[in-house]
């Protein structure tokens, strides 16, 4: 089975809203909710969405306004019910 990439905008625009405080706490809830076989995070270039904080994609689902703060929530309302 093949894994999906689920892509974090590494732009600069996100990268000063703080992804690489968010990138961890991803890597960390991929792993508690087992999802390693499942999915595969990657970073990406812009994502184009800049004025909508930090952005991720998955197939071809967007998922706006991420923070260190919300990225939790986020996964778990957003991203998980479409993995």
């Not at 706490?25 to 076989?37: M, P, R, S, V, W």
């Not at 703060?69 to 996964?75: H, W």
């Not at 309302?77 to 993995?83: D, G």
């Amino acid at each position: 089975m093949s894994k999906e990439n689920l892509f974090l905008c590494m732009g600069s625009a996100c990268h000063q809203l703080g992804v690489y405080e968010v990138l961890p706490k991803l890597q960390a809830l991929i792993g508690e909710y087992n999802l390693q076989d499942k999915i595969e995070l990657k970073g990406s270039f812009c994502l184009e969405t800049c004025s909508y904080g930090i952005v991720m994609k998955y197939k071809d689902l967007r998922f706006i306004n991420i923070s260190p703060q919300n990225v939790e929530d986020k996964f778990l309302q957003e991203i998980l019910p479409n993995i």
